[in-house]
């Protein structure tokens, strides 16, 4: 759900941004209509419009071209705009020109503004056919709405000017050639005219100088017709020199646009939204499918065949940490052996009775309670868990205060000799412990450690030096016969055990243990280290009361069903 709301508006926040910052650019559009040539020769079709599509698009590649570009770029002086050759006087415009002056050629020549002007001409520029019709668009886009109008006009217009002069030049050459072709014609046709006069003046009237004459005169008529047709030809030649036209006309004069045409804010909007939501939905996907943890009952049942007993979530303590209600309750011979927790979060069971916390330790005492009704004698508990940090030590001691306050006689053991935290926590000064209890040095009551709140007692590890064999202590005869000594002397005795992934202390101690809470981290440890350490911890896997999960998120437990509604809210209602 965070990713699903997070994503969406993290992209539209993006998009907002950008629309900050954007510079507004506007676009002006001028329409050119190219005048369709005359064609004798019809399609296939009864018409001649496909035969010019060639040459539109013959015509809007002309428009495009460098030619018209730099024509403009010199009449208008762009090399000149920083609009066309600077970077801009922001961060990244400094940062271009910075990157040009180290990799460019380091001078800011007339030729290199010339092409840096060009390039930015043709992007901004854009010229398309209108559909099937002769029209052409010709669009360019500015941050300033008059310069846009101004070069799309003047790009229609150069346009117009370079067909003039193409058809000028193309007049002038046929000029050229037709006026050497007349003079030619000319020539032989006076020289044909001169031979007619000749021959007339020259000999008597035979048969044969008839024909001599009248072949003469009809050559003479010939190039008589040639001359006067190609004199017409170069009279019109000239005439279109003098007067030249183009094929192309404005149509429409492009003018300041008044709304700038990008950044186009409702499309970015819609586009980060939707986006955003996909985005949302595939992180999320991702996110479910890659998450190898555990977070609900359903997971944990279908993944370890093993039943969810409890989600303990993270706790935060409802009230302020008590010491011991009545003090002159206790014998004198234990009040230096009193519990005087400083850990809030142990003290939530007594403290907060009405919290998420207290009850969810609740339904693991009814997983303990039906299982005994069962006819399984469920008296020593251990409390194991894959990995250290997953909060086991919390769990077996609020588990045991629970019990404790319950009515039977509990006793809560730290034999997580590998770190004996729980000892730390509730007995820090302890200078007996069940290492001493095994060793003889002590006897049991005066290493027990008592709660007031809970009636609770507490056997802590106590010696503090690190001992190398630890897995032997537990597996000893004395710790057997401690064990023994635990059974009939108290009803529930819960035994805080080292993690079982790193060390084998749970399974020489397993033996010892008549069932297992395995505590997992809610959401952190990993579905594969759980298994594998269950399956090298065949003992405690076959005598498994239940898993906790441990430091669950209560906003993510109501999302997915979990709880529902705030047990001191129920408890008010009563």
Not at 1 to 26: H, R, W
Not at 357 to 377: H, I, N, P, Q
Request: with cysteine; hydrophobic share 40%.
């Amino acid at each position: 759900m965070p990713i699903l709301i997070t994503v969406p508006l993290l992209c539209v926040a993006i998009a907002l941004l950008y629309l900050a910052v954007a510079t507004p650019k506007f676009t002006a559009e001028a329409l050119l209509l190219v005048e369709p040539k005359r064609t004798d020769q019809p399609t296939p079709s009864g018409g001649d419009a496909g035969s010019q599509v060639p040459i539109l698009d013959s015509q809007v590649e002309i428009l495009k071209s460098e030619k018209i570009a730099l024509s403009i770029i010199h009449d208008l002086q762009l090399t000149t705009d920083p609009e066309f050759v600077g970077y801009g006087s922001g961060v990244l415009g400094r940062t271009m020109e910075l990157i040009s002056r180290i990799f460019g050629s380091g001078q800011d020549t007339e030729f290199s503004r010339t092409r840096r002007a060009l390039e930015r001409f043709d992007r901004r520029l854009t010229v398309k056919r209108i559909g099937f019709t002769y029209a052409i668009s010709i669009q360019f886009e500015s941050p300033r709405p008059e310069r846009a109008a101004e070069i799309a006009n003047a790009v229609a217009r150069g346009y117009t000017a370079d067909q003039m002069e193409a058809n000028y030049e193309s007049a002038r050459i046929a000029t050229e050639w037709l006026q050497g072709r007349v003079d030619a014609l000319h020539d032989k046709a006076s020289s044909a005219q001169k031979a007619v006069t000749d021959r007339k003046t020259a000999q008597p009237p035979t048969n044969q100088a008839q024909l001599e004459l009248r072949d003469l005169e009809i050559s003479a008529q010939a190039y008589r017709r040639l001359y006067d047709t190609f004199l017409q030809r170069y009279l019109e030649a000239a005439e279109q020199q003098s007067f030249p036209v183009s094929q192309g006309r404005l149509m429409t004069i492009a003018s300041p646009p008044v709304r700038p045409s990008s950044p186009k804010t409702f499309l970015i909007l819609a586009i980060s939204i939707a986006g955003g939501i996909v985005a949302g939905v595939g992180l999320g996907l991702l996110r479910d499918v890659s998450d190898q943890t555990f977070r609900t009952r359903d997971k944990v049942l279908a993944e370890l065949q093993a039943d969810c007993i409890g989600i303990i979530p993270a706790a935060i303590p409802e009230g302020p940490v008590s010491g011991p209600r009545n003090p002159k309750a206790i014998p004198t011979r234990a009040k230096s052996r009193t519990i005087v927790c400083s850990d809030s979060l142990i003290r939530n069971i007594a403290d907060a009775p009405r919290s998420h916390f207290s009850e969810s330790f609740r339904a693991v005492k009814l997983a303990v309670d039906v299982m005994t009704r069962g006819g399984k004698r469920l008296q020593v508990i251990g409390v194991t868990s894959a990995l250290p940090n997953e909060g086991k030590s919390t769990v077996a001691a609020s588990l045991a205060q629970l019990m404790a306050q319950g009515g039977g006689r509990t006793i809560l053991l730290d034999c997580d000799l590998r770190n004996p935290s729980l000892s730390s926590t509730l007995a820090p000064n302890a200078a007996w412990g069940i290492l001493d209890v095994t060793s003889g040095r002590a006897k049991l009551d005066d290493a027990t450690w008592i709660d007031p709140a809970t009636h609770l007692h507490f056997l802590p590890a106590a010696n503090s030096s690190q001992l190398a064999y630890t897995s032997e202590v537990l597996a000893s005869e004395e710790m057997a016969a401690l064990f023994k000594t635990l059974r009939e002397t108290y009803e529930c005795v819960i035994v805080d055990l080292s993690p079982i992934a790193p060390f084998v202390d749970v399974r020489t101690a397993a033996h010892l243990m008549d069932s297992f809470v395995f505590v997992i981290e809610w959401g952190r440890t990993s579905i594969d280290v759980v298994k594998k350490s269950l399956d090298v911890a065949g003992d405690v896997y076959g005598n498994l009361i239940g898993v906790t999960l441990n430091k669950a998120d209560m906003n993510a437990l109501k999302r997915y069903g979990e709880v529902f509604e705030s047990y001191p809210e129920l408890y008010s209602q009563e």
